[in-house]
Structure formats: structure tokens, C-alpha cells
């Protein structure tokens, strides 16, 4: 497909399809980190039942750690879908609607993963601290998440509002 002078002023020369294309690389690079850390805090998870110390947390605690492997489950299946998605819909010409699953897949698994890591953080320092600080560290480890991982980048989305305004026609990168 031929672009013309406009469409190249709107920003990067590419067809919808080497679009999709770049995404979806960009996209695969970002799971690759993050899935080698769920699936080494999940196997950290699974080993923790198999401890002779499991046996003496309390119900609450045991619980915790139960719902805990509950979501690195969840978590591990949305940022490993992807995978799957692209595996399974792969020469049927759907690769810009297999980015934008993906990628919401991707968004799920960030937040399970929160989910996860605040489950994870709240059983361990139940156990390391038997008190009430543990809910509080876990609240503030909580908030820096959030802060690092969905309100910088939304912070950056809405300042730089106007520079994508401005180009009304330039894709979504």
C-alpha cells in the first residue's frame, strides 16, 4: 500500500500491518519481562506448602498463601494468553486485533500480578512481623505500584495530551 505525502507527515512510513507488527514485538519484549518474574515468584509459591513450617501458619495465614497461588495462577495465564492468542489466530490476517487483545491481557496481568505480589507481601510479613505493620507496609508497597505502574504513565499520557492533539492524525504508538 502506497502512502502518501500526508500519511508520512503523520509520523512513522508504516502500513497498518507493519504496524501491528512493531507492536506486537514491542509487546512480546515487555511479557518477557514480566512473565520470567511470575514464573519465578509462582515457583517460589508452589514450594511453600511443601515447608514443614506451613503446616504451623495460622488458618489466616494459610488462607493468604492459598489465594496467593490463586492469582500467580490467574496472573501467569493473562500474561501468558498473549502467547496463545498470536499461536492460535497466526496467518488469518488478524494481527492488529490480536495486539489490541493482547495488550488487554497484558493490562490484566499487571494488575493480577499487583494482586499477587500484595497477597504475597501481606503473608510474609504477617509472618515475619505478627503484628499490624504488615497491613501497612503492604498498603504503602501497594501505592508505589500503583504509583510506578499506572499513574506515571497515565500522568505522561495526559501531559503529553496536547503534542498528540496537535497531530491529530498520527498513530497510536
Known amino acids: 500500500m502506497a502512502q502518501t505525502e500526508a500519511d508520512r507527515d503523520r509520523g512513522r512510513e508504516e502500513t497498518e500491518e507493519e504496524r501491528a507488527d512493531r507492536k506486537w514485538s514491542d509487546l512480546l519484549q515487555e511479557l518477557r519481562v514480566a512473565q520470567t518474574g511470575v514464573q519465578i515468584l509462582f515457583g517460589f509459591l508452589l514450594t511453600v506448602v511443601f515447608q514443614p513450617r506451613f503446616t504451623g501458619l495460622s488458618e489466616t495465614d494459610q488462607d493468604i498463601y492459598v489465594a496467593t497461588v490463586m492469582l500467580g495462577a490467574a496472573t501467569t495465564a493473562a500474561l ?12 488469518k490476517r488478524l494481527k492488529p486485533q490480536t495486539v489490541v487483545w493482547a495488550s488487554r491481557l497484558t493490562v490484566l496481568g499487571l494488575v493480577l500480578l499487583l494482586c499477587t505480589m500484595a497477597s504475597a507481601l501481606l503473608l510474609i510479613l504477617r509472618v515475619a512481623l505478627h503484628n499490624s505493620l504488615a497491613i501497612w507496609l503492604v498498603v504503602a508497597m501497594v501505592l508505589w505500584f500503583v504509583i510506578c505502574w499506572f499513574l506515571l504513565p497515565a500522568w505522561a499520557r495526559i501531559r503529553h495530551a496536547d503534542d498528540v492533539q496537535s497531530q491529530p492524525n498520527k498513530p497510536e504508538d
Do not use: C, K
Open 80 to 91: 501468558i494468553g498473549p502467547v496463545s492468542f498470536h499461536r492460535l489466530l497466526t496467518g
